[in-house]
């Protein structure tokens, strides 16, 4: 069946409206609206009753303008190339925008994790591998945990890759566990760096937390990091929705009671009550009298089919590309200001990169100095975009886009077009 959206279009057309504004010709542009190399390859997996399952899998390369690739790998039954290959130039943008030296890349198995046991995962993950081995590396494209991966999937990710190269290569992918040459920080960077952009962001407007409303979607790793750190920080979660549906509490959610839920019921809210908490529609979930909407699921959940009803002032992006084009004129034109993935949730990255640079040194940093180091980095980005988006008068995703876009094509016509 198609997809009704195509994110990989989507992802084109804000390019080409930010080269526009860029005033860039169309050669410096034009090797950025395709990616560099696009791999499919076909998984074949022994199942436990000793069948054997073929799992579509793919690693994009964007851009390797400004560094290595650098992008997760996704596993999810509905993965397909124009998904990988928009997530793919996603990973360019947010690391151009928070400056760092990578380029971007994507990966996924077209598979619904849920229903293989712990050991099929493993050899589907480790025979991955083996089939992207000639385009990955330490130095050459550096996977990492997304949508239902973790450090359990990097752990065998990294182990596939050092037995068939011979010796221990911890720095062929991030988002690690800490005994495997993992980084302190690397769990929560995301959310940390989704909170960090959202306070950057009401400094600038003069508005403080004060029991702010913000409705979730998704309670997975960005989702609930997210969650906690903004009651933490003086915001009110009023509304939560997974893939089980929606609830919503106008008091605010008891954030850690749901978490300790989610983590003994297969990371889900199914069944969890608490007083004044109610289930509602994923129509109402949207439409809430909330002041932020904080989706941290998947691409194009908001579209024109729920923009119109959305009474949140500020849209906090911690997913990748859940905003649809038409979706972001609609809330634009309400005035609606939407904090854009590329810049919100880069925070992941900038620890998987801080993770990278201990790999290759040898050596470990602390926990408070990589939250200072990403901390910082986080508000020099969103700086940057602010001045953009009032220096242009854009909204924050365009001056994002054209901060990232600068970047890549200076960095493009230094090195010129090969040979
Ligand atoms: N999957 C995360 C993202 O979309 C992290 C990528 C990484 O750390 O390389 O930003």
Redo the contacts with the bound molecule.
Sequence with gaps: MEKKYNPYENMLAVLEEAAGKLGLCRDDYIALCSPERELTVSVPVVMDDGRVEIFQGYRVQHSSVRGPY???VRFHPEADIDEVKALAAW?TW?CAVVNIPYGGAKGGIRVDPDLLSTKELARMTKRYVAQILPIIGPEQD?P???LNTDGQVMAWMMDAYSMLKGYAVPAVV??KPLEIGGSLGRVEA?GRGVVLTLMSYLEKMGLAPDNMKVAVQGFGNVGSTGAKLLKENGFSIVAINDVDGSVYNPDGIDIARALDYAQRHHKTLAGYTEPGLTKISAAEFWALPVDILFPAAMENQINEDNAGSIKARIVLEGA?GPTTVEADAILNAKGVDIIPDILA??G??VV?YFEWVQNLEAFTWEEDEINKKLAVMMKKAFTEVWHVSKEKKVPLRMAAYMVALDRVVRARNLRGVFP
């Design positions: 650098k992008g997760g990973m947010k550096i990492a945990p997304d991030t988002g995301t990748n949730n880069a992941g990255v998987s």
